[in-house]
């Protein structure tokens, strides 16, 4: 079955494997016409980037080649195809545990899915890796919603038991923090605090272990009236794509799991007039009413649970003699991937948006000011 | 676009509106021979109608129709369409309140996306009445799954502010619980919790308001390797069913939210041999790693915020004049409906988990046992 | 897998079988507020019913009842479900032949995909009577088209070895002939020929034999600009259609077949600026280049087998006995179906060219004047 | 919208422009662990090449590297991305007649489409060359088939008014037809009419002009079963893919427009038992009854229009000046593509059968013998 492919009006197809000969996308169904800013992909590209201590020691320059469905300067309207060479492959510490379940992660699955037959090197395609053009084509996205004014932010909420400061409430505030993240590669609000989250980080990398924790986006400048109030709603839809990111295990919109300790005094959302627009006094629901986007910012929370690749000794079974036996990981690991995962969550984000944009108002919308009109 | 159609090779298509003539729904891809339990069906509608003190005083029987699809006892493999005949609607008990928003509603986002052309009455489209069919296509996915040694079931986990027991964790245990569960109307673990958690409902109802709650689902019986490493994963498929049930506002698979507090030692499950078969110590993934089921039960979270409809004044928006008012609902409304909605969220389980089969096996495996051959 | 569901941005799926309890189709995709003219599905209809002496003796009203979707006159943005109640079920005559394989129908097939669990009655699903909710479906398309200036017209161009006069080129000659043709049951331009037919017909009815022959369709008032070059062409999206309508078993546009006898100095159109406007001297192409629409009518011919259920004594195979053996049909059956067929056509070429616009332009072109604004 | 995707199980997505840096396919849908034989990719791209005098100057190596998806010699079961390099570009050609629409060809519909943003070079997205990764996908899909005993093979049928030798019945001859077919570059049946062809196509090229023609394609060794009713049958499946080759303008199954002057009792194919096999005495429906797969050969025909580019001096419109005009095409063209799209046509057969298997089989029937077991 499908297993790489999304959408139905912009079909995104994402293909290779992490020591394969290439990684990269197809995007189906972007409108001619659309002026690609290549540093912009560049930077969203950057940002999913191993840097840094608290990352892997394995340095891709990720060098993209947009190899169709663009012409001087602009989309053609045709598929776009976006090609990214693998150059840093060292299967070798890999291979050594090739029969070694490794505990959290998909080789048992990939085994009984696959067979003998899958590029085990490097988690071949569950690897994090894959998230390379998943980035390069939200980037593109995001550009073409931020044509429509919609733009699209992430910050750590909570790593290593360290919580961000909260997204701001004002309106204006808001996109000035936005901005902020989509210009800081450790994307947290609050400079200390994000200090002592890459601290908390560090620690457990010296104790051979690794840390997850919480991510949350905000949307502004969407307008009411996207999505549907059954399967296609906007949580339906971000939420398919959320999910498909590795190492998310949940998401939330609004108050979230909180809504189970409110009354429904306290989690409506009272509507009130603000400078002649309808706006809530509270934004719970986040943005959604009935599957439907309401005018307000769009607010999510996704948790990214600890990378499992670690270095401390664990307890597993050969796949191979159908045994227990106890695991030793090697080779080069993050023992954080949330600085990394934030970009991968926009580029979800963007993508799901401009499907639900695309359903609405069908290709033409990308380039002709049918929205916002 | 496609609003209330799920799925590419089992599809479910739902129609309806709270006060119209009927609802119901189409279900294409089954296949031909099997046996349907009418039985089943009219429990799990029950499980879905109101009844008692907790719930509406809207009493509708819920009889239902298969006029296509079935003979004599059996799937023809032609689309299903089961539909549902509404008796008991009172609509001028809504069309006073056309023009003020109710907030936590999707009274707006429908104004905007369907302009003065919606069926307001009871919600129309939006109602949580349009999940009547759907809960009818998930018992007949059910029987499919049963068919095949997978069983679904739901407890109410947290509501009112009183928790349930825990899930148990030891497999028999675990099938007995579910089993327990599917033929409990006010489905808990604990009886004594469950009257301490209806008696909080009923605390609220006597304050004009409402509550909330959590409900958690496990499947067991999964064979492993069922879904796909990206834009098809369990947790993609599952999340994009349970969104798109109104007042679902967050989903967690295994730990969850729980994962951004913990280290890699401790998020990963190990592998283990028991009895010959392979198990996880722990079961933190919730039985998908890489978005594939691993063989553990599937354990998953969701979140249903308070009911929108209270009784007490609200602050709001009259839509009409676009000036701020105040609101006071009346009409038949539960001051909870995660007791009703737990039906829903197994209906909408068992959805995705056919709509994965097929995918992996077509419609063949429905009745010829390709599964677990 | 799917079997009766059409359409990514408008989706038709089609239930029911020929003596079930009811046939109908759910359409999920169109916007709010389009008002309906009944008396149009009704006209539609009634064409596609069984008639006069060419026709079977089975007389169903074809009452239809819109049970979703539609309030005070127009559409409501949410998935329209129309049902037809079946009334005239005389099933003894097909429990007799249940083991003879009727040569040229679908019951050896049936009987594999199927077994013993079709709804064999009149042909259950495979019946033509399963166009009639099609055609109810083309009907609303129809509308929605004409309200763009797009206008769709068949007639019959052969049958019985009798042409119709051809097709005017002008086009306000063919604006003109294709309201002729539909506002008339026996859809031919020249009503001398059209008697012809009806002869031939009568002639083939009195030796129990049965006639097929081609129908041609023009479509007028199409933008240039609709459809894609490869598999989104106009002409794979219209073919998919035409070929899932029973007895359909060739499909040509603009010059089509003959294309293989020319050369392309007598192929090509050429390009004349007429008016101020882009016209091609000739249509050979059919209005489509590259699988676009080019602004000219759009063409095409299907052909139409000759209804397999004809009184002579055939030859068949017993399937129950794995032997050869003879078969006479009983029963009420029609010995031409073209001058049925022609708006079940008309009905499938409009479902197309709605879903074409969708992608173009998403939901929101049916109703706002996005297209041709 | 979707351009170039095909696919709900098998989705095949084609990307790239005649002079871009690569076209390409990504293959999302095989299953794990079929070995593919690359001299049998490179051999139909051999075919579909340009070679010899009846063919283009332009001579591409179409050296194809597959960066995905494969591994030690088999598939991995994620998405395989076949990548083909363009070397041999001479843009200046097309360039000069940028503004004057070339008849019969996508000039015009593709401003409309695309604007001025259009890759423009030698036809950009709607070029033939495109069809090359359609080729290779369909070779891979073939030797999935042939695992199965699946064998497709298409001849021509009629060309430059020659018509070659029809299709055996015999079911022994028709197979080993086919087979002479697969290792043939000129695919004739008779060797003395396929001369006679290619005398016409010189003839016609001598003139500055250029043919078309017909080719027929036989498919055998389906299994009954395979379709459904309506709009998946095995005509709309395989007519939306052909119907997708540029050039393509009719199609036509089994007796196809000849049954418009047949008589029911002609054209039903009467059943026979023979060497306990279920087979029909003639074979009018193409092996297709009720859009379902019977058992028989599965033949269809395709009309091929005469290459659009010819050196004949044609009149047009300067798009640019909005007048009429006269245009002088030169550059590097075939004066006939028949005999080059005989390949893309078993390669669309090819996608086409194997998304109806995984529709009824799901991905696993690729390997494991559910079918035929």
């Not at 995001?142 to 360290?162: F, S």
């Not at 840390?211 to 905000?218: K, N, P, R, S």
């Not at 609004?254 to 309808?278: C, H, I, T, V």
Request: hydrophobic letters at 40%.
């Amino acid at each position: 079955m499908v297993k790489s492919t999304f959408g139905k009006n912009l079909t995104v197809s994402i293909f290779g494997e992490s020591h394969g000969a290439a990684i990269g996308v197809v995007i189906d169904g972007l409108a001619a016409g659309i002026p690609l800013d290549m540093a912009a992909i560049r930077r969203d590209l950057d940002f999913r980037r191993a840097t840094g201590a608290i990352s892997t020691a394995r340095q891709e320059g990720d060098e993209f080649e947009i190899v169709s469905g663009f012409f001087e300067g602009h989309t053609t309207g045709t598929p776009l195809c976006l090609m990214i060479r693998n150059t840093s492959t060292r299967s070798g510490d890999y291979a050594r545990t090739k029969d070694l379940l490794r505990p959290g992660h998909a080789d048992y699955t990939a085994f009984v899915k696959y067979g003998d037959w899958q590029d085990y090197r490097g988690g071949g395609h569950f690897s994090g890796r894959i998230t390379a053009p998943l980035v390069a084509a939200g980037a593109i996205c995001r550009q073409i919603l931020a044509a429509h004014g919609v733009m699209i932010g992430t910050h750590i909420a909570e790593c290593g038991g360290v919580a961000d400061a909260p997204m701001p409430s004002d309106e204006a505030a808001l996109a000035a923090a936005l901005d902020r993240l989509n210009n800081t590669a450790f994307a947290v609000l609050d400079a200390d605090r994000g200090d002592k989250m890459q601290q908390a980080v560090l620690a457990a990398k010296a104790d051979g272990d690794s840390v997850g924790g919480v991510l949350e986006t905000a949307v502004i400048g969407m307008p009411a009236g996207i999505g549907e109030p059954f399967f296609n709603s906007v949580e339906s839809t971000l939420a398919h794509l959320l999910f498909s990111v590795p190492a998310v295990k949940g998401v939330e919109f609004g108050a979230g799991f909180a809504f189970a300790g409110m009354r429904g005094s306290e989690a409506n959302d009272p509507w009130r007039m603000q400078d002649g627009r309808l706006r809530t006094a509270t934004n719970n629901n986040g943005g959604i009413n009935g599957g439907i986007s309401n005018g307000m910012p769009i607010v999510f929370r996704t948790v990214i649970k600890p990378t499992p690749s670690i270095y401390r000794e664990q307890q597993t079974v050969d796949y191979a003699a159908r045994q227990d036996a106890t695991l030793q990981i090697k080779g080069r690991h993050d023992p954080a991937i949330i600085h990394r995962a934030r970009v991968v969550i926009d580029a979800a984000a963007a993508i799901g948006l401009c499907e639900l944009f695309c359903e609405a108002f069908g290709t033409a919308w990308q380039i002709d000011g049918i929205v916002n009109k």
